[in-house]
């Protein structure tokens, strides 16, 4: 099964900035829209943010205005930039292929290991 592969967390002030990179097969990356979702320890994943294959973007509330999703196609690649990160942005990022209907997510089974990102205040 295809699966994304998702890298660039790590330890960082409050305050600070660090970018996500997701590689993906071009079986996953190819006319998907892609996202990037987070989890908390025993908590479900959330949608953090997503990207159209035309580069339409959507984020959630608390990603708005600090993060920015976006994607490579020649590389198969989509990237999330976290600025101003706050303490409760702690957590586990993974990235996968999206179905998009009637303007609601629904992921697709590609997840990764995910990479950590932890925000020390």
């Known amino acids: 099964q295809d699966q994304a592969v998702e890298s660039g967390g790590g330890l960082v002030q409050s305050g600070g900035s660090l970018r996500l990179t997701c590689k993906a097969s071009?079986?996953?990356?190819?006319?998907?829209?892609m996202a990037w979702y987070r989890q908390y320890p025993g908590k479900q994943r959330d949608l953090v943010a997503a990207v159209t294959s035309y580069g339409t973007t959507h984020y959630s509330d608390s990603a708005k205005g600090r993060f920015t999703i976006s994607r490579d196609d020649a590389e198969n690649t989509v990237y999330l930039q976290m600025d101003s990160l706050k303490s409760e942005d702690t957590a586990t990022y993974y990235c996968?292929?999206?179905?998009?209907?009637?303007?609601?997510?629904?992921?697709?089974?590609?997840w990764g290991k995910g990479t950590l990102v932890t925000v020390s205040s």
């Open positions: 996968t292929a999206v179905n998009m209907i009637g303007g609601r997510f629904f992921p697709q089974d590609h």
């Open positions: 071009r079986n996953i990356f190819r006319f998907n829209v």
